[in-house]
């Protein structure tokens, strides 16, 4: 298995832009989750997903922020408008049989 | 089941063994993880424990778990210079997982 696959690795965009991530979770595993990274409040969860429903979006950090996921291999993160407050490393993480596995990050830059 | 504490920094020669220490708060966490970051990567997940175990080895890395004191511990053996990352640990129960901050490890020739 590929592991999970994140895109784009790295993104670079301009205040008020509409950024989107995207992440294919490990084939068979059931739930999925997004974490923020940075240096001053180190990982966080942002939402999790079980069976392509959101279960706990409770750490979206506000409105400008969202995510879907239409089947079990595709689930995608956006913010709009972006603000420079969002630069961030952001992962994707899929669970299967207790492991949460981890995707390579998308290392997002607002300018 | 959020407050997973980790210490900073360590720092170990090349050769010694290192041990990175956590505690947390969750007495109902199911599993407890330790997880490898290198620069510019995701997080690895380098070996997990039940909560019903006491030790786990795995090569050179040795987990204990105390569940009374809640403290988890990562036992490096014969540590190599590319062990150098952050090591993250983690609780989980239920779909939720609670990280601590990192353990910056550097180890020095």
């Known amino acids: 298995d590929a592991g999970v696959i994140q895109s784009p690795r790295h993104e670079v965009t301009e205040m008020g832009q509409e950024v989107t991530l995207r992440c294919k979770p490990i084939s068979g595993h059931n739930s999925l989750f997004w974490y923020r990274q940075t240096m001053m409040r180190g990982l966080e969860l942002l939402i999790y997903f079980n069976n392509n429903v959101p279960i706990d979006d409770s750490g979206m950090p506000e409105d400008r922020f969202s995510a879907k996921m239409p089947n079990a291999s595709f689930s995608t993160l956006k913010i709009q408008p972006s603000e420079p407050r969002d630069s961030a490393v952001y992962f994707c993480a899929s669970l299967g049989s207790g492991e949460l596995f981890f995707g390579e990050g998308s290392r997002l830059t607002v300018l | 089941g959020e407050d997973v504490e980790q210490s900073l920094f360590l720092s170990v020669r090349e050769g010694d063994s290192s041990v990175i220490n956590c505690t947390y708060t969750d007495s109902s966490s199911t599993y407890l993880y330790w997880y490898k970051q290198e620069p510019g990567a995701g997080l690895q997940l380098l070996t997990y424990?039940?909560?019903?175990?006491d030790m786990k080895q795995d090569q050179r890395l040795t987990v204990l778990l105390n569940k009374k004191d809640k403290h988890l511990s990562l036992r490096i053996a014969d540590t190599q210079t590319g062990d150098s990352a952050i090591y993250f640990c983690a609780e989980g129960a239920s779909n939720k997982f609670y990280f601590g901050s990192g353990t910056k490890l550097n180890v020095k020739p």
């Open positions: 424990i039940f909560s019903n175990m």
